[in-house]
């Protein structure tokens, strides 16, 4: 699985950002699909994921009711919609897959990564 990330940019507090990940390779249906973000001088952290089928998702407490997974595999692309953006969630982002059937919640759970975008929230 080849995973391509797009959509960061600057934006002000209180602002929404979409990004997208597009994947290629094996059978993109089969896997699990993660979102993670690394903040400068911190370790990567656990934003969301979303199940092989669409159907489940789990978020992390500091983003809980402000962002959205999902998933369309017709076009192989997983988005994640960030909503009343805050400074704290200036990060670069990653998405990642994972052929786990549990919920993955570390990063050595995930077997493939995105390049990562830059998403920066201003005060």
């Known amino acids: 699985v080849q995973l391509q990330a797009s959509g960061g940019g600057l934006v002000q507090a209180g602002g929404s950002l979409r990004l997208s990940c597009a994947a290629s390779g094996r059978i993109f249906s089969s896997y699990a699909m993660g979102w993670f973000r690394q903040a400068p001088g911190q370790e990567r952290e656990f934003v969301g994921s979303i199940s092989w089928n669409g159907r489940s998702t789990v978020y992390a407490d500091s983003v809980k009711g402000r962002f959205t997974i999902s998933r369309d595999s017709d076009k192989n692309t997983v988005s994640l919609l960030m909503n009343s953006l805050k400074p704290e969630d200036t990060a670069v982002y990653y998405c990642?897959?994972?052929?786990?059937?549990?919920?993955?919640?570390?990063?050595?759970?995930?077997?493939?990564w995105g390049q990562g975008t830059q998403v920066t929230v201003s005060s």
């Open positions: 990642a897959a994972t052929i786990l059937t549990g919920w993955a919640l570390k990063v050595y759970e995930y077997d493939y």
